[in-house]
């Protein structure tokens, strides 16, 4: 047997490392976290110095077992777990348990560390190992106990105070409240209207170009200069009558600018770009740069820091010299600066280990893991190459001293990183200011230019945009709400507790998500606040550099926590939680209505229940009844009983009255048949359909008999490369509009139109 016994969380890992080192060292796998929490009260023991009391993960015991097997003929235990808190506290715990079982004897214990599975960094620590750090397993034993105190205290709460199985978290409340807020923003915005006046206009030499009013009648537009039709039609008309089908060019104005590349990728910009540009979530991207990192392709992928160690920056400009020439190589190296003190405990950014290894020469990665390791490697390459060089052009225009307008051009004078990488943006703001239009024709100061046509364009304010996951992680970065390793399972938790909803990629509060936000706003005022929440991740960063103690940190927690725990219980009221007054009386008889808390989400109810039962939609108007919407001049097709408009779970729909004798149902809106045969049964026709979410989906007019579907919409085309019957129209961000093949086998696709802005 080996002398040496190496352990690591995964399979996979242990596999690679194995590669590197010699026959007298033996690796196997922990398979994640071996000790948890007992599954009850009293897990952690406030009362007693937060004494913690830990169990054997059962479906790990087995793994655990093998492990102080193989160690009875090992001279040394090498503990070669993740870099990070977690995987301190994994290599603490196995150890302790090992110890327990007396496995240890005289036996020596190391603790090794690598941010890359390479031979020279696998090699670098097995030499240089060290103790296991208490510090850091202390902040993740502090972590771990805060949230199981706040989980165990606050979740009992809000089964009495609002509904049984709801819980809470220290980290997912202050997350929730965020997407809470910005929904009622949007909610409370008032669009307003405004206008832009655009003039199209052509050279001599027949080479159209746009520009927009910036001045009109001595006067500078403001967003809301022009708000309505009449005016917007009066200035038409006006500079129409003054320019007389001309516009005189009045200025010039040429510069180049540069535009520096993005700092390697740190956990939260992988997420965000991987949601950004391969629609990943974020679950999806750690997994997949997990199993990257245990290959031995990238670097730790759990980290704050954007420094690149030296060896890789000379790697990375010897492959640009070679790859992309001089011109694309700075002179001195690019050095980024990290803005976190504490950095997630790692050194590097998230980059590819050998970066001469390039995505084309990888065969044998999964196509998620392909795309995730190419993504990597432009942002490791580009974050090192030259800036880019713009060359922009603005040119005002007069209209006969009625008005100027302005048209704004850019073009790439050098590429630069954007020959390689450029980083995607969560929303676009300002969408209707001045755009750059590409090439505009060569112009110089009085040029008469032919003014075809001057077009007013209406426009509305946009409310601010739900958050995606990529701008969520970018504001709990910003706030400093949770650590890399946490924004995945934040985002995970509050969707799988029902408290959030994705609609079209954007999260949306449920009813039971309002409610139980705003029973935490209310009451736990400091506890979802942004600063309190950020100031406790700061301190459990402070313990874990050894600068605090984490018992300390618990107790000036948990004793305010306990009592406002207590108070609540003893003094609030379930319908001081669930009832939202309102100033409204019940038409029925003459009480207070309020909004509620039902199975089915809020709505409308009188005060006076149950003697009296009024109830309403919370969306219907004031005064409506409760009395179900007859379909007019239709029957029931099974029963002849009437057919009323009634709303379920997923929203309105029509069913008999006679329900539950009868439980016919259909759609309040008919599916609109294409006229297209399916492709598959060749009986029915394709019809467009609304999931229970309200998404479009296509499938044949004959299910359940014939379940074809499809998301994208179908137009009656046959494939060129494999004549299936249909195409269907597929619209992505990264590859614009076009036709596909919906055979996933065939893979045939056509582009219509290019990504916008591309």
């Not at 917007?232 to 060019?249: R, S």
């Not at 045969?677 to 296509?698: A, H, N, V, W």
Request: proline residues 5%; positive net charge.
């Amino acid at each position: 047997m080996a002398k040496n016994l190496v352990i690591v969380e995964s399979p996979a890992k242990g596999k690679t490392i194995k590669k590197y080192l010699g026959k007298d060292f033996e690796v196997l796998a922990s398979y994640g976290h071996v000790r948890d929490l007992i599954r009850k009260t009293g897990a952690v023991d406030p009362d007693n110095n937060f004494a913690m009391k830990y169990e054997t993960i059962e479906k790990n015991s087995k793994h655990v077992d093998a492990i102080i097997k193989a160690l009875k003929s090992a001279d040394a235990l090498y503990l070669a777990t993740d870099p990070d808190r977690e995987g301190e506290a994994i290599s603490w715990h196995l150890y302790e348990l090992i110890k327990s079982k007396k496995a240890l004897a005289k036996k020596e214990v190391h603790r090794v560390v690598f941010h890359e599975i390479t031979k020279s960094a696998v090699n670098h620590a097995i030499k240089n190992p060290r103790d296991i750090s208490m510090d850091l397993v202390n902040a993740q034993q502090a972590r771990r106990a805060l949230d199981y105190l706040v989980g165990f205290t606050l979740s009992p709460l809000l089964w009495k105070k609002i509904r049984r199985g709801l819980s809470a978290g220290r980290v997912q409340s202050p997350a929730l409240r965020l997407i809470v807020e910005r929904e009622e923003e949007i909610e409370k915005f008032i669009a307003q209207e405004y206008w832009t006046i655009l003039g199209k206009c052509e050279t001599k030499k027949q080479e159209p170009f746009s520009a927009r009013l910036i001045q009109y009648l001595d006067k500078k537009l403001e967003q809301f200069s022009i708000t309505n039709e009449k005016q917007a039609k009066k200035t038409q008309a006006d500079l129409l009558k003054a320019a007389d089908g001309k516009l005189t060019v009045i200025s010039v104005d040429k510069k180049q600018r540069k535009r520096q590349p993005s700092p390697p990728f740190t956990t939260s910009t992988l997420q965000q770009e991987a949601s950004r540009k391969l629609g990943f979530t974020a679950q999806r991207t750690m997994r997949t740069a997990q199993q990257l990192y245990e290959n031995g392709l990238i670097t730790y992928m759990r980290t704050d820091a954007v420094y690149l160690a030296n060896e890789a920056i000379e790697d990375i400009r010897d492959l640009i010299k070679k790859r992309f020439g001089d011109d694309y190589l700075p002179e001195e190296i690019r050095l980024y600066k990290n803005k976190s003190k504490n950095a997630q405990e790692a050194h590097e950014a998230i980059r590819p280990t050998t970066v001469s290894t390039t995505p084309e020469s990888l065969k044998n990665l999964t196509p998620e893991q392909a795309k995730l390791y190419e993504l990597i490697w432009k942002r490791t390459v580009a974050c090192q190459m030259v800036h880019a060089l713009l060359n922009t052009v603005t040119v005002d225009l007069d209209c006969n001293k009625k008005g100027i307008f302005r048209a704004n051009g850019s073009t790439i004078a050098h590429p630069g990183f954007i020959g390689v990488y450029t980083e995607d943006l969560d929303d676009v703001v300002n969408k209707d200011q001045d755009k750059d239009q590409g090439l505009l024709p060569e112009l110089a100061e009085g040029d008469v230019v032919k003014l075809e046509d001057i077009i007013p364009e209406q426009h509305f304010t946009e409310p601010p945009p739900r958050y995606s996951e990529a701008s969520l992680v970018k504001t709990l970065e910003e706030y400093g709400i949770g650590r890399p390793s946490t924004y995945a399972s934040i985002i995970s938790t509050i969707t799988a507790r029902e408290y959030v909803v994705l609609d079209n990629k954007r999260f949306k509060p449920t009813d039971v998500g309002r409610i139980v936000c705003k029973f935490l706003k209310d009451y736990f005022t400091q506890y979802v606040d942004y600063e309190f929440t950020a100031h406790l991740e700061d301190e459990l960063d402070d313990v874990a550099r050894g600068e605090k103690q984490w018992i300390p940190v618990l107790k000036e927690f948990w004793g305010p926590f306990d009592t406002l725990i207590n108070t609540i219980e003893a003094t609030v009221q379930r319908k001081d939680v669930t009832h939202e007054s309102m100033d409204e009386k019940c038409p029925k008889c003459g009480k207070l209505l309020s909004i509620r808390l039902g199975k089915r989400g809020r709505f409308v109810g009188c005060t006076g229940y149950p003697e009296c039962d009024y109830t309403r939609n919370l969306d219907d108007e004031a005064g409506a009844s409760n009395e179900p919407e007859i379909v007019p001049d239709r029957k029931c097709p099974q029963c002849e009983s009437a057919l009323v408009i009634k709303r379920g779970k997923y929203g309105k729909f029509i069913g008999c009255s006679s329900y539950p004798k009868c439980k016919f149902i259909e759609p309040l809106e008919k599916p609109a048949d294409l006229g297209i045969e399916c492709p598959e049964c060749k009986q029915g026709s394709m019809l467009k359909r609304k999931s229970r979410y309200g998404k479009i989906f296509y499938s044949c007019s004959r299910y359940p008999d014939c379940k074809y579907a499809t998301w994208n919409e179908p137009i009656k085309k046959p494939c060129p490369k494999c004549q299936w019957p249909i195409l269907t129209i597929k619209i992505t961000k990264r590859r614009g509009k076009e036709e596909a093949c919906p055979q996933k086998e065939c893979g045939y696709t056509y582009q219509l139109e290019a990504p916008e802005g591309k």
